[in-house]
């Protein structure tokens, strides 16, 4: 008789930061795992974005399709097979796969990758994304990408998508309505996460709420997406640095909190750094860091993990500088976001007073509410994803046993 397992087929790199985003020590009690990490296959040069990489036993690295393949043909002699199918399909390989996957009858599960506040679209944004990013390289990139895109939505159907947001739910209903594709409503990974640790006991280390956090991303010290796309970075450390710490000590002063720093997972950090001034950092579990801070900051453009904070209900600080005023873009998707909490941008190479500050800091509950149900989850019941994996996991094995 054959074992049920559930395959992950992962397009970039492998991380523990995912294995806890995904809720897999939920899901590895109910049924047997594997990543297969493809990035060496999918995306070679994006591979040196990343400086953290898991070391669990059930991630299975490959770097040729050929190998999978071989691989994968294996455990289908012994297993029962569902795969989980993370990355959009952007490259002729990534099609492959969907496609062996799909003509063995294996059914494919997709989550949607989420949505969040986008900005009006203005001349002047248009120009300005053009004038900072364009080059041949990212234009053919883009082509491609969306090319990809377009022939993996004719070829590559899920046979089950859960979407991440009501507004996912409606249009991906709309979209599957005559196809053979299931569509569930789930949550955004932050957001379910944040259900999970809603109701658990917080770590001790976390419990005082005289500390706020600040959700970081891996400029200007640390270049990620950027090696992709080979776009320019908004901002240099130089100037950067000196002027977030300044007005950290602000916070830190008038506030009455210290500041901790969540850095981006694709950065590999130090407890203490010398970025910041030595002030903490703080890693992986953000549900339990923002579910007891007083202060949640975020810098331009902005970060899905501010489901955090709209699940908790957190003051939220949106920042930027004038480095990054080069890129207008940018600072118009970080007021996309303010603008959904009812909240302002601040400019910390402008003047700022505690006054100015504490007016900003007001916890806007319908706002908050609303971005919630918009953008972070398509359920009222809080049921977190890895139950719902489990209720279409088991649906899927139970047609599998009856063929």
């Known amino acids: 008789m054959k074992?049920?397992?559930?395959?992950?087929?992962?397009?970039?790199?492998?991380?523990?930061f995912d294995y806890y985003r995904l809720e897999l020590s939920f899901l590895s009690k109910k049924f047997n795992i594997e990543v297969h990490e493809m990035v060496k296959i999918f995306n070679p040069n994006f591979e040196k974005v990343y400086q953290q990489r898991s070391k669990k036993k059930i991630v299975k690295r490959y770097k040729s399709l050929n190998q999978w393949h071989q691989n994968f043909k294996k455990v289908l002699k012994k297993d029962n097979v569902a795969v989980i199918y993370f990355g959009n399909i952007h490259s002729v390989k990534q099609l492959i796969v969907s496609k062996i996957i799909s003509q063995n009858n294996v059914p494919i599960i997709m989550f949607s990758s989420g949505v969040y506040p986008v900005p009006k679209i203005?001349?002047?944004?248009?120009?300005?994304?053009?004038?900072?990013?364009?080059?041949?390289?990212?234009?053919?990139?883009?082509l491609l990408k969306n090319f990809f895109s377009f022939l993996g939505k004719i070829y590559a159907m899920p046979d089950y998508l859960i979407a991440s947001s009501s507004e996912d739910y409606?249009?991906?209903?709309?979209?599957?309505?005559?196809?053979?594709?299931?569509?569930?409503?789930?949550?955004?990974?932050?957001?379910?996460?944040?259900?999970?640790?809603?109701?658990?006991?917080?770590?001790?280390?976390?419990?005082?709420?005289?500390?706020?956090?600040?959700?970081?991303?891996p400029g200007?010290?640390?270049?990620?997406?950027?090696?992709?796309?080979?776009?320019?970075?908004?901002?240099?450390?130089?100037?950067?640095?000196?002027?977030?710490?300044?007005?950290?000590?602000?916070i830190?002063?008038?506030?009455?909190?210290?500041?901790?720093?969540?850095?981006?997972?694709?950065?590999?950090?130090?407890?203490?750094?010398?970025?910041?001034?030595?002030?903490?950092?703080?890693?992986?579990?953000?549900?339990?860091?923002?579910?007891?801070?007083?202060?949640?900051?975020?810098?331009?453009?902005?970060?899905?993990?501010?489901?955090?904070?709209?699940?908790?209900?957190?003051?939220?600080?949106?920042?930027?500088?004038?480095e990054m005023e080069v890129y207008k873009g940018q600072i118009d998707k970080l007021k996309a976001f303010a603008d959904a909490f009812k909240?302002?941008?601040?400019?910390?190479?402008?003047?700022?007073?505690?006054?100015?500050?504490?007016?900003?800091l007001k916890v806007d509950e319908k706002s908050y509410e609303k971005y919630k149900y918009k953008y972070l989850t398509s359920r009222k019941d809080k049921k977190p994803n890895y139950k719902i994996v489990t209720e279409v996991l088991n649906e899927v094995f139970q047609k599998k046993a009856l063929k």
């Open 220 to 250: 200007p010290r640390f270049i990620a997406d950027e090696i992709l796309y080979r776009f320019k970075i908004t901002h240099t450390p130089e100037k950067w640095f000196p002027a977030i710490n300044t007005f950290f000590s602000f």
């Open 252 to 322: 830190e002063k008038n506030f009455k909190t210290n500041i901790k720093i969540a850095p981006h997972p694709k950065v590999k950090a130090k407890k203490f750094s010398k970025d910041f001034n030595y002030r903490e950092t703080v890693f992986n579990k953000l549900a339990h860091i923002v579910k007891n801070s007083k202060i949640v900051i975020v810098k331009a453009p902005g970060s899905m993990a501010l489901a955090y904070a709209a699940l908790f209900k957190k003051p939220i600080l949106c920042i930027y500088s004038n």
């Open 170 to 217: 409606k249009k991906f209903v709309k979209k599957y309505k005559n196809s053979k594709t299931l569509v569930y409503k789930g949550n955004y990974y932050d957001y379910s996460n944040a259900l999970i640790y809603k109701t658990k006991s917080v770590d001790k280390k976390y419990k005082s709420n005289a500390y706020s956090v600040f959700l970081d991303s």
């Open 3 to 16: 074992n049920n397992k559930l395959i992950i087929i992962w397009s970039s790199v492998f991380r523990d």
């Open 343 to 360: 909240t302002k941008i601040i400019n910390i190479n402008k003047k700022y007073t505690k006054n100015s500050i504490a007016k900003i």
């Open 122 to 142: 203005t001349k002047e944004a248009i120009k300005s994304k053009i004038k900072s990013n364009l080059n041949l390289y990212s234009f053919s990139f883009y």
